[in-house]
């Protein structure tokens, strides 16, 4: 039952890391767009 619940715990985590990533990356990508439009 720990198994399960570390490996749980893990893919949440990685789900949380991999969208926080996403945004961070779209909101850089926007910024970075931006800045070569002006």
Known sequence: MPNFLSDMSSIFL?????????E??????FRISE????
């Not at 990685?14 to 990533?21: A, I, N, T, V």
């Not at 961070?24 to 990508?29: K, L, T």
């Not at 800045?35 to 002006?38: F, T």
């Open 14 to 22: 990685s789900e949380y890391w991999l969208r926080l990533f996403n």
């Open 24 to 29: 961070v990356a779209i909101y850089f990508g």
């Open 35 to 38: 800045n070569k439009k002006e």
